[in-house]
Structure formats: structure tokens, C-alpha cells
């Protein structure tokens, strides 16, 4: 079976970074999506990461290792529009290829 | 990326009847997927749509509860079937692009209520 943790709840302040934490363990990795979803809306596409190592895009930035089954979401500049759902979310193959969400963590920016 | 629109944006049904979600992409994709969300809660895969061929299910659904069709390459239509209150949700297509990343766009999604 495959199974994802991230923290449930995250609240930071406008201008901090925040870190957003994800273990995974699957058969079949491929690589790791992050995406944001705000209230009511769709998911969007943040990061897909597939090599170790950090990828930075902006402001937000996402890393991987593989051995250890470990990614994080890092948010500089935090801005309120930030406050949203985080989802993490693997992308392995079974069949073809598959992406199973983990949970999400909510992240409140506060001023 | 591809531009995903679906039918209804949101229904409050009778349990025990049926509901059919319309999933249309502006553009020809491989990939087609249905997930339920249900509230404060992440996504669950419900199944690939294939073009030309039966969906795979994932375990815990059914084809006879959530029949799929998959009649061409821009379009898809999710059933649930014979609704109870548990079935209440908010159902999304999404489509990978196959231009070499998994990335999925996803579409507005589908809130359905069932009494």
C-alpha cells in the first residue's frame, strides 16, 4: 500500500517562511507533486519534483529525497493569499502512472 | 495547460436516483481522471477514464455504483449511481497533458449534495 503524512494545520506569519513537511512510502515511485487548493476551489499545479535535491520557483521552493521517502514545500515571503490547503501527493506507477493525494495541510498566514 | 470545464457546477439530489457529470477539455489529452473530495478532506482517485476502453477502477469503486464513458479524446461523463447521503462530495475531473510531465490540471469540480 502507499501511505502520505503531512501536518494537518500550519499558521505563519505575512513576510515569514513556512516549511510544509511530507513522508511518503509507496511502491512505484515516480516522482512528488505539490499543489495548492484554496477554499472551494480547484487544485493548481505548485512543483513535481523526480531527482533529490531542491527546486526553486519564486517564491516557493520544493525538495526531495528519495532514500528517505521525504519532501518539503518551503514559502518565503508569505503573503495572506497564501492561505490555503497544501497538498502533497506522489505520483507512482501501478498500472500506469497514478498520483494519490495525501491529506493536505492548511496553512493560515496571519498579518 | 489545458482548460477544463464541467456540467453541473453543483446538484442537490433525492437518494437513490442518479446523477451525470460532464467533464469537457479544450484540447485532444491521453489521461482523464475522476477523484472525489469530500469536505475537509483531500482527494480520492475513483478511476482513470480510458478513450475506447473500460475505466480502471480503484479499489473501494465500482463500475455498476460510478459508471464512466470516455467517447473521445476532450470528453468524459462520471454517473453515481442509485445516491445515498454518503455519496455527497465534490467530484473532479482531471487531465494529465502527456507532453512528458504528470502534471494534472484539474476542473472546477462538481459539489453534489444528496438528501
Known amino acids: 500500500g502507499q501511505n502520505i503524512d503531512q501536518p494537518t494545520e500550519m499558521t505563519a506569519t505575512e513576510g515569514a517562511i513556512v516549511q510544509i513537511n511530507c513522508t511518503y512510502q509507496t511502491s512505484g515511485f515516480n516522482g512528488l507533486f505539490w499543489y495548492q487548493q484554496h477554499a472551494g476551489e480547484a487544485p493548481t499545479f505548485l512543483s513535481y519534483?523526480?531527482?533529490?535535491g531542491l527546486e526553486e520557483k519564486g517564491r516557493f521552493s520544493s525538495f526531495l529525497s528519495r532514500s528517505k521517502g521525504y519532501s518539503y514545500l518551503l514559502l518565503k515571503e508569505l503573503q495572506m493569499k497564501d492561505s490555503a490547503s497544501y497538498l502533497c501527493a506522489v505520483s507512482r506507477l501501478s498500472g500506469g502512472f497514478k498520483t494519490i493525494f495525501g491529506a493536505g495541510t492548511r496553512l493560515f498566514v496571519k498579518a | 495547460s489545458a482548460v477544463i470545464s464541467q456540467k453541473p457546477s453543483r446538484d442537490i439530489c433525492q437518494r437513490g436516483t442518479s446523477l451525470t457529470i460532464q467533464c469537457q477539455v479544450d484540447s485532444q489529452v491521453t489521461m482523464m481522471f475522476w477523484y472525489r473530495q469530500q469536505p475537509g478532506q483531500s482527494l480520492t482517485l475513483i478511476a482513470t477514464?480510458?478513450?475506447?476502453?473500460?475505466?480502471?477502477?480503484e479499489s473501494g469503486f465500482v463500475i455498476d455504483k460510478f459508471p464512466i464513458s470516455r467517447p473521445n479524446l476532450t470528453f468524459s461523463t462520471l454517473t453515481v449511481s442509485n445516491m445515498s447521503p454518503e455519496d455527497s462530495s465534490i467530484y473532479l475531473c482531471s487531465v494529465e497533458e502527456g507532453t512528458g510531465s504528470y502534471e494534472q490540471y484539474f476542473g472546477p469540480g462538481t459539489r453534489l449534495t444528496v438528501t
Open positions: 477514464a480510458n478513450q475506447g476502453s473500460e475505466a480502471t477502477y
Open positions: 519534483n523526480v531527482l533529490d
